[in-house]
């Protein structure tokens, strides 16, 4: 192998590209009811505390025990993010993280069957025990065992899952690192293709003011994944702050000419005058409209993200 081609391998291992799709898409489950329905914070917790433990010099091989210093870590990060319904249990995450394609159980010698047969994790003594440990994907432990690696780790979960969390989660999070995460203000591709993915599932691939749907079976889409607020702003890539929008309305609500509101509605700016041209008559028209709802309610925009978005409109 050439200096070369080592060299470019180094640099591909550290980095975050080819996790951000999963990290994403983690399988959180969602709880609660009206505006206190919110996505489960533990897996996201759980692999914070991890990256949080190797930074520190407390994970140093790609095997996670169910440690004191583990709990404690996930107790810390989850009394900063934690709703009034979520229980603080990391047996759970550091079970069912098993669902995600990164997380790999080790059952201890002898006790491979009684893992395999699990279905809901083991009694907090059985762990306690050293019935499992978990490893993760070695491209990403390597990732981990970098300060850049494990700060952009950090960046992807916090604006997926956290984003009105960060300066707590910087605060809490190892002072082993500089614990700086990155503010890029430039745009990823990958980034912005696992946050288009997001935001297109959540409104299944429909324009949410205009409705149109135009899916083709290669996973072309006439519907664009947008940011309310932008994502140099508030570095924020939950769902609550994205909106699948045809490239027109797309176009639209980039120049701030569209808006959601409060009552769920659409406002258009004062701006577009319906008698100039038909295709200002046809964005009048979407003044007063309902928005399209996602998916998933705990998933309809942020009330601080139409707030942002109201205040920008061009008037
Ligand atoms: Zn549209």
């Known amino acids: 192998m050439s200096e070369t081609k080592k060299f470019v391998d180094v640099k591909e291992s550290e ?4 996790w951000l799709d999963q990290l994403y898409h983690l399988n959180v489950g969602v709880i609660g009811q009206g505006t206190e329905r919110h996505e489960r914070p533990h897996k ?4 914070l505390a991890v990256a949080d433990l190797i930074g520190a010099g407390l994970i140093r091989e790609n095997r996670i025990a169910w440690t004191l210093e583990l709990r404690k870590r996930f107790g810390e990060l989850f009394d900063q993010v ?21 997380w790999h159980h080790v059952a ?6 009684v893992v395999e047969a699990l279905s809901s994790p083991p009694l ?6 050293g019935l499992m440990t978990a490893s993760l ?3 990403l432990f390597r990732l981990l065992t970098s300060e850049e690696g494990r700060n952009e780790f950090r960046e992807a979960l916090v604006a997926r899952y956290f984003p009105a969390k960060r300066e707590l989660l910087v605060s809490v999070s190892s002072t082993e690192d500089q614990a700086s995460m990155p503010k890029e203000d430039k745009a990823s591709p990958v980034r912005s293709s696992a946050f288009r993915r997001l935001i297109l599932e959540t409104y299944d691939y429909q324009c949410v003011a205009c409705g149109l749907r135009i899916r083709l079976p290669n996973d072309f889409t006439v519907v664009d994944a947008a940011h309310m607020i932008p ?11 994205g909106l ?7 176009w639209a609500f980039d120049q701030y000419l569209i808006t959601p509101t409060a009552k769920g509605i659409w406002k258009v700016s004062s701006q577009i005058e319906p008698r100039r041209s038909p295709g200002e008559a046809e964005l009048a028209k979407l003044n007063g409209e309902r928005l399209l709802p996602p998916r998933e309610e705990a998933y309809l925009p942020s009330p601080e993200a139409v707030r942002w978005r109201e205040e920008m409109l061009v008037n």
């Not at 979520?86 to 990164?102: A, V």
């Not at 907090?124 to 025990?129: T, V």
């Not at 699948?244 to 309305?249: F, P, V």
């Open 44 to 47: 996201p917790v759980m692999l």
């Open 231 to 241: 994502f140099s702003v508030g570095h924020n890539d939950h769902p609550t702050n």
């Open 137 to 139: 994907d070695e491209d």
């Open 108 to 113: 201890k010698p002898g006790k491979e069957q």
């Open 15 to 18: 980095k975050i590209d080819p």
């Open 82 to 102: 934690r709703r009034e319904d979520d229980k603080e249990t990391p047996e759970n995450p550091f079970f069912y993280l098993r669902s995600e394609p990164f």
């Open 124 to 129: 907090i003594g059985e762990l306690k025990d």
């Open 244 to 250: 699948a929008l045809c490239k027109n309305h797309h």
